[in-house]
């Protein structure tokens, strides 16, 4: 954005010499948008400012999260029902897929896929909205001047009404299933959720600004962010990948695990899915197996303690944040042509 | 001095016509990402200050840069380089209802437009009252603004942008909205805004909201200023601009000390001058002005426009005339302009004149509506100007014999219309 509100005291208090100009006539209430309010419209807008109003947008985000959803789904409940069948569709097919064609053995699998799949629709989803989201609203921004980057955060407000909803619609399920999550690992549900954010709102606040100049960005994003679901351990588990398969059959290639946690998204899905699903491994007894024989042990997530994860959660996090500052940084740079190249 | 409401420092912006634009990765690549484009500059070092209270003109053709310069201001533009300083809250029109979001409703679209403009629900809760009286629309605030019409869509927009409290407006061409008692409420609030010491900033094209408005006013050209004036100077000058003429015979461009020709006082007068204002259509008129001069011109061309209520030009004086060229001797006299029948219907007109050169490299002087006259017509037709009129009645010839009665004097026959009389 290139309007800044700098607020600065000496715009009020600067000397007056009496009998030149007429006098200054504080008109409208005085106030946090009063006459002291000094706004700098320039070339460059420093890091520091953009936060600033950013933060001073925020009832700006409330408004325009608010009308999406309004126009969206005409404040129905069946309106949402709507937003929900995709979600829900999506659920039931990878449910039918791995349970039913490719025969997974794990115990409430429905729970696991619900865990991973409630992280990633948010992700996914407020990143692919946001892409198209400047270019969509160009009557406004061409028109009126705000902080742009307030566009992509609105429909990662959008997304995180949806968000809620799953989570409802998740914990419903779990106390009709009576599966326990672990309360002991719920602590890094908040810490999971704030890296989530974070690491999704520097995403689409980057995406939405380069589709402005490349406007395939939304397809590149799309089959971008299909290869980062599968490469995400939400419909297989990690256990499956590292604990069980490569570690067992390819010890040498155990480095892949550190590739592995490159993903940002990986460690909050997992995190998610252990607080969730509440267990690391599953024992598994196929019918018709000699009595006596003891089950085979299925790992699907690492024995970690709360401290391992949060610590990789920390680490996201710190990334994220320089990932959030380094795209606000991009979206000042490309956002003082929007208004031409709309 | 009192801190300027606006400081423009040498605002620069470039605009890059492409002559050939890729928008997508899959051109750039396909093109090496070369995009061969013109820069254009829409603005260069523009330097202006806007004082607090004052309300001030931004006049230019088309392309001139002076909404670009607006946008700036109002910060939907980011300038190339240079700084713009706004003290107050700013509030802009620059297309009425531009943040409007047509599913929403009338009510939805006034907290979002508040939002926008940075003010907090609770301020808005407080002024929503206002907006929608304002805006004359309590009965259909609830529904959605989509299914407003253009004018009630317009009336929502300004009420908005006003009741918003700005310390600094900026219009752009957007004051004529909605019917004439709207019209009259907004020209009121511009005024109250105006006494209560806030900041207008105008861009116009019409020199009569500028001159009627504005305290001094800016002409621009080429995204370059040429003078920031009181607004009558910046209208001569906008007007010579607009009108092509290379040099402006202004003050100091001509002999030392000002100009060489300069209009005095210009007066109309009418057969019956003595006994009534208005004059009848078809009566003769007389307008004369006062022309001093320092030098002797001998080859100086009067000009005469009039224009009607709706500012538009009804006639302008042929520059090749040669009853239009006159001799100024040093010292200067009395032009005098005579119609000898103004065939005008009711109305007010204003009269502009102008002297010039002949090869239209210099205007020494131009008045624009400097003075007015008016016309009542006493008869029952309307309409702008009153033609020559005859009216005759014949019938069709039908091949009986008898007599053909003729109405109307001076019908002669004519083709097509063959006598059949036996």
């Known amino acids: 954005m290139s309007l800044r509100a700098e607020r600065s005291a000496s715009a009020t208090t600067a000397p007056q010499e009496p ?5 200054l006539i504080h008109a409208g209430p005085p106030g946090a948008n009063g006459h002291d309010a000094l706004t700098v419209v320039s070339g460059e807008v420093r890091l520091g400012r953009r936060l600033r109003d950013l933060w001073g947008s925020r009832e700006l985000i409330v408004r325009f999260t608010r009308t999406e959803l309004k126009v969206k789904y005409k404040n129905s409940v069946l309106g949402y029902a709507w937003s929900m069948l995709n979600p829900a569709l999506v659920l039931l097919i990878y449910y039918m897929v791995f349970k039913i064609i490719a025969r997974s053995h794990q115990p409430y699998f429905a729970i696991w896929l619900f865990a991973g799949l409630l992280v990633w629709n948010l992700f996914s989803g407020a990143s692919l909205a946001s892409t198209s989201v400047v270019v969509g609203k160009a009557g406004i921004v061409k028109k009126v001047a705000f902080p742009r980057e307030v566009l992509a955060l609105s429909q990662l407000g959008v997304t995180l009404v949806l968000f809620a909803i799953q989570a409802v619609v998740l914990v419903g399920a779990m106390l009709l299933f009576g599966i326990h999550p672990s309360f002991h690992y719920m602590v890094l549900l908040p810490l999971a959720f704030v890296t989530l954010l974070v690491f999704t709102a520097a995403f689409s606040i980057f995406l939405s600004a380069v589709n402005v100049y490349l406007r395939d960005t939304q397809h590149l994003t799309e089959v971008l962010l299909m290869a980062w679901f599968w490469g995400t351990s939400i419909v297989y588990t990690y256990g499956q990948i590292f604990l069980s398969g490569l570690q067992k059959n390819h010890p040498s290639l155990k480095w892949l695990q550190y590739v592995y946690f490159v993903n940002p998204i990986e460690p909050i899905v997992m995190a998610f899915q252990r607080v969730v699903y509440g267990k690391t491994q599953y024992t598994y ?14 790992h699907i997530l690492p024995t970690w303690g709360v401290g391992t994860y949060a610590m990789l959660l920390g680490i996201v996090l710190a990334v994220s944040v320089v990932l959030f500052l380094l795209a606000l940084v991009v979206f000042g740079r490309l956002e003082g042509n929007f208004a031409e190249e709309l | 001095m009192p801190l300027a409401a606006i400081e423009v420092r040498d605002i ?33 070092d523009v330097t202006v200050d806007i004082n607090q209270g004052e309300t001030f003109g931004i006049l230019g053709r ?13 910060g939907i533009l980011k300038p190339t380089s240079g700084e713009i300083r706004v003290r107050g809250k700013l509030a802009a029109m620059l297309e009425l209802g531009a943040g409007f979001q047509p599913e929403l409703s009338g009510r939805d679209n006034i907290f979002l437009n508040g939002a926008l403009l940075g003010l907090p629900q609770s301020e808005m809760e407080r002024r929503f009252d206002d907006i929608v009286a304002f805006a004359e629309l309590e009965d259909f605030i609830d529904n959605q603004v989509k299914f407003y ?11 908005v942008a ?10 752009d061409e957007v004051l004529a909205v909605g019917d004439a008692a709207f019209q009259r409420k907004c020209l009121d609030h511009v005024k109250k805004f105006q006494r209560e010491g806030r900041t207008i900033v105008v861009v116009s094209h019409a020199t009569d909201v500028i001159r009627q408005n504005c305290e001094r006013a800016m002409v621009m050209n080429h995204g370059q200023t040429i003078t920031v004036d009181e607004p009558g100077e910046a209208i001569r000058v906008y007007l010579a601009d607009l009108l092509g003429v290379g040099t402006v015979a202004g003050p100091g461009s001509g002999e030392p000390g000002g100009n060489v020709l300069a209009i005095g006082t210009v007066r109309t007068e009418h057969e019956a001058s003595g006994s009534r204002v208005h004059l009848y259509p078809g009566e003769s008129l007389t307008v004369t002005a006062e022309l001093d001069s320092l030098a002797a011109v001998p080859n100086a061309l009067a000009t005469i426009a009039i224009y009607d209520d709706a500012n538009e030009l009804v006639f302008a004086s042929d520059p090749d005339d040669p009853a239009c060229a006159v001799e100024v001797p040093e010292g200067g006299g009395i032009v005098r302009f005579f119609f000898p029948e103004v065939p005008l219907l009711d109305g007010t007109y204003t009269v502009s004149v102008g002297v010039r050169s002949p090869t239209e490299t210099a205007i020494y002087d131009w008045k624009d509506q400097v003075t007015q006259f008016e016309v009542a017509n006493p008869g029952r037709s309307t309409g702008r100007v009153r033609l020559p009129l005859d009216v005759s009645f014949r019938l069709r010839s039908t091949g009986l014999t008898g007599e053909v009665p003729v109405v109307g004097t001076d019908f002669g026959p004519a083709a ?4 059949t009389v036996p």
Not at chain 2, 30 to 40: E, N
Not at chain 2, 62 to 74: F, I, Y
Not at chain 2, 162 to 171: G, Q, S
């Open chain 2, 12 to 44: 620069s912006k470039q605009f890059r016509l492409y002559s050939e634009k890729h928008t997508s990765l899959k051109e750039r690549v396909l093109h090496g990402g070369r995009m061969p484009f013109t820069p254009f500059w829409a603005l260069r």
């Open chain 2, 416 to 419: 097509g219309w063959e006598e």
């Open chain 2, 62 to 74: 088309n392309g001139c840069g002076k909404s670009t310069l607006l946008k700036c201001v109002a």
């Open chain 1, 19 to 23: 009998g030149h100009g007429p006098p």
């Open chain 2, 162 to 171: 006003i009741n918003v409290e700005p310390d600094v407006l900026l219009v």
């Open chain 2, 149 to 159: 019409s253009s004018g009630m869509y317009v009336r929502l927009g300004f009420a």
């Open chain 1, 285 to 298: 007894l196929p019918p018709g197996t000699k009595r006596g024989t003891p089950p085979t042990v299925y």
